[in-house]
């Protein structure tokens, strides 16, 4: 059995500092993330920027250009080949920023499809999949999860679910996003022209396959946390998944950590987010993680 890790403090600057860039990398980056409970590997799938939502808590500086256009997947793998092996040499942990973390810098937790968009709208999201696949296993990086850090817009594409199935057989692991219960609420905080109703089939029919995690981004608009009645039917959106037939790991529940785009969207305080996710455990009976 490994040893329990140590707490991952939210002061750090490799926690608060999720900066897409590392070194010469245009594709790969590390981060120390909470959710995913150590080092995580970051592959933005979107350099481009391109994003099916536009979320008022959005951290993606989109006033500067991306630093490439699509992805290019032998660098791609060429550079996370060579993180991993930074990471597993010691040479990570001796970086300025993780300093602090270094121990945790050792055990790559994940290899994560994230960054600065969607990852499900790129055209070959499954070639990608695969290449993260071959890679963890010629690095023998057994027990690391393939995390699909998504919106859910494009679970239903052919191609992206080629790629689930790529992640099923890997250590896979979906971070499907719902922040409301109601159509209007999805408008006001996730402002996509994608009907709300599709949003909730893909994670239906995504966890009807597998167990999924839902990751929720709890916060105040113009100082007003998330009203009771549109908890009320966020949880009844959760009641609703398992009633028929969705697995629902957990249900992350987190908050603004960085600048947003909308001054009015701010964080909550860890006793208020503690208290929503109180609520959302009695209402559903769910796990529900909380990172304040
Ligand atoms: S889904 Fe993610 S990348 Fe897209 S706008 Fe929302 S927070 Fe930003």
Not at 151 to 169: N, Q, S
Not at 177 to 197: H, M, P
Request: some cysteine.
């Amino acid at each position: 059995m490994s040893a329990p890790l140590p707490p991952i403090n939210h002061h750090w600057i490799s926690v608060r500092n999720h900066h897409r860039s590392f070194a010469d990398f245009a594709f790969v980056y590390p981060v120390i993330s909470r959710r995913s409970r150590g080092l995580s590997l970051g592959i933005n799938l979107n350099p481009n920027k391109r994003c099916n939502f536009d979320c008022i808590y959005c951290e993606v500086d989109r006033f500067t250009p991306g630093k490439a256009g699509e992805i290019n997947v032998p660098q791609m793998r060429a550079e996370l080949t060579a993180l991993i092996r930074l990471a597993k040499s010691g040479e990570l942990g001796r970086q300025p920023k993780f300093l602090e973390a270094a121990e945790l810098t050792r055990d790559i937790r994940d290899l994560a499809f994230s960054g600065d968009g969607e990852p499900t709208m790129i055209h070959n999201f499954a070639e990608c999949v695969q290449a993260v696949a071959d890679i963890k296993r010629a690095e023998a990086l057994d027990p690391t999860s393939i995390v699909l850090i998504t919106d859910a817009a494009g679970l239903d594409k052919t191609d992206v679910k080629r790629g689930l199935e790529i992640m099923d057989a890997n250590q896979g692991e979906i971070w499907g996003k719902l922040d409301a219960g109601t159509e209007a609420y999805y408008r006001q905080v996730n402002r996509s022209f994608i009907r709300f109703d599709r949003i909730l089939s893909n994670l239906l029919e995504t966890a009807r396959v597998r167990p999924i995690v839902i990751q929720t981004l709890l916060l105040k608009v113009r100082q007003e946390i998330m009203p009771p009645g549109e908890l009320a039917a966020y949880c009844q959106r959760l009641i609703d998944l398992v009633r028929q037939g969705g697995q629902i790991k957990e249900i992350h529940a987190y908050t603004v950590a960085r600048p947003t785009p909308e001054t009015y969207a701010t964080r909550l305080e860890p006793q208020a987010l503690h208290a929503l996710a109180e609520q959302i455990r009695q209402a559903t009976g769910l796990k529900v993680s909380e990172f304040a």
